[in-house]
């Protein structure tokens, strides 16, 4: 494998290479470097591959082998679900996007709320969740690559050497390079995903006798709520709002949207990202169920490296861990650029704006490499906790009244209540059998409603009051 694992790194490394200096060469302004123009066959890729991470083949699968099946149906439902919200929210930004030329999300909340208090609430947010999912990420696929004994390196150095490859990449090619990136994970993703999912069927004796085996060894892997007793009605419907909340709440999702060329290329690549979604997670699901029928008792590093490249072909255990590579660097890639997109000051020089990424970057490292279970905590909950700020974006983005700084003070509260959640037995996740997190985010989506309505009637004086604080 060692050798196909060269080629192929090779060839992945000559494709990053050449992109960066591609789009190195067409950056003639600091908007050529952040915001670049694509069409709908990138812009669905770079989409959905920022969408999935290495996640998507390594915590997937092992989802799927602890938890069951029971929710694939919801699966369909949500990805059809998330395409609508992405194409009838990308429409409403773009529309005010191109209307005021706004380089960020920072830049409209601060412009309909009159003030930078709901600026900082907003990359607080941002930063104490996507930070540390970013760190995962890193430690992800150091540890895996560590596992796998390719080199005798320890895993701190796989990590930053992983690192330092990302931010050179972002560092010179831009936005542009970063998509070109996204576009070879998705496919190499994809393609693979589906062969090893295929070969797990054909191990067990094709699907009947896949199902059959099921049935009889692990029936609960076949129904809700599962061997644990996870996927409950209350879990997925809090999963369904977190996930397609997402392309609100998530600014490497947002920047996917605001690139498009057009609202037509927007429309398709809503639709295309729908497909590719139940595309890519459907065959995550028959692996993890044949994790569950021949590795129900090991560890999950050694689950996914024994399913996914020791017992395939060469070929396809090579390409999977060129894949997985893949997958962590548009991640992080497009996390780490987004985070530093919010913040940056496109006044100023485009090499300013490029150090904000490599502080990011080596704040994420830190995390990775002195990692602990509470950080993989609050990685796992980062979704559900960058959705708390869909209300307050939701109010920049459709109202056109300027608001007071209430909702950002409540979005605030329920941001700190959420994370002190995860960490401390004094505030309950679950309150009267509901889970705390759909309670913050029913009192932000309340009091968003409410503001709207308020200041969309408010007299004219009411008006100048909020653009004088």
Same mark, same amino acid.
């Given at each position: ?165 990302? /931010?050179?990449?972002?560092? $010179?090619?831009?936005?542009? #390079? %970063? =998509?070109?990136?996204? @576009? +070879?994970? !998705? ?116 689950? /996914?490296?024994?399913?996914? $490249?020791?017992?395939?072909? #060469? %070929? =396809?255990?090579?390409? @999977? +861990?060129? !894949? ?116 913050? /985010? ?28």
């Amino acid at each position: 494998m060692n050798y196909w694992l060269i080629i192929f790194a090779g060839i992945y490394l000559s494709a990053l290479i050449y992109s960066a200096y591609k789009s190195k060469i067409s950056i003639k302004s600091e908007k050529d470097y952040a915001l670049p123009k694509v069409g709908v066959i990138l812009g669905f890729l770079t989409f959905s591959a920022t969408l999935f991470s290495t996640f998507t083949l390594m915590g997937m699968p092992d989802f799927f082998r602890t938890h069951g099946v029971g929710a694939w149906v919801f699966l369909g439902v949500t990805d059809t679900a998330l395409a609508f919200v992405t194409l009838w929210f990308g429409l409403s930004l773009r529309r005010k996007y191109s209307k005021k030329n706004f380089t960020n999300v920072s830049n409209i909340i601060r412009d309909r709320y009159g003030n930078n208090l709901p600026v900082y609430i907003y990359r607080f947010g941002i930063f104490v969740f996507l930070i540390p999912y970013v760190a995962i990420q890193i430690k992800g696929i150091a540890a895996f690559i560590d596992f796998s004994n390719i080199l005798a390196i320890p895993e701190w150095a796989w990590a930053t050497l992983f690192l330092v490859i990302i /931010l050179s990449y972002s560092y $010179v090619g831009g936005l542009k #390079a %970063i =998509i070109v990136s996204d @576009a +070879i994970q !998705g496919v190499t993703l994809l393609i693979v995903t589906t062969i090893i999912a295929y070969t797990c069927v054909i191990n067990i004796g094709g699907f009947e006798s896949f199902f059959a085996e099921l049935a009889t060894n692990k029936p609960q892997l076949l129904s809700i709520p599962g061997p644990k007793g996870l996927l409950t009605s209350q879990f997925l419907f809090s999963s369904f709002i977190v996930i397609i909340l997402m392309p609100i709440s998530q600014p490497q999702l947002l920047t996917r949207i605001v690139i498009m060329n057009s609202q037509k290329d927007t429309k398709r690549m809503a639709v295309a990202v729908s497909i590719f979604a139940f595309l890519i997670i459907m065959p995550t699901i028959f692996i993890g169920l044949y994790g569950a029928l021949r590795y129900a008792d090991s560890s999950t590093d050694a689950f /996914l490296f024994n399913t996914l $490249v020791t017992e395939q072909h #060469a %070929i =396809i255990g090579a390409l @999977a +861990i060129i !894949g997985l590579i893949a997958a962590a660097m548009s991640t992080v890639d497009s996390q780490l650029f987004a985070i530093q997109a919010e913040v940056a000051n496109y006044k100023k020089s485009k090499n300013n704006n490029k150090l904000l990424i490599i502080g990011f970057g080596l704040v994420a490292l830190l995390l990775s490499i002195f990692t602990t279970k509470e950080l993989v905590l609050l990685a796992r909950v980062s979704f559900a906790g960058t959705a708390l700020l869909a209300p307050m974006i939701f109010t920049a983005i459709f109202s056109n009244q300027k608001h007071s700084n209430i909702l950002p003070y409540v979005t605030f509260a329920s941001l700190i209540l959420y994370v002190l959640s995860s960490f401390s037995a004094w505030i309950p996740s679950v309150i009267l059998g509901i889970r705390l997190d759909m309670i913050l /985010l029913l009192v932000c989506t309340i009091v968003a409603m409410l503001q709207f309505m308020i200041y969309k009637s408010a007299p004219v004086y009411l008006e100048e009051t909020i653009k004088s604080e």
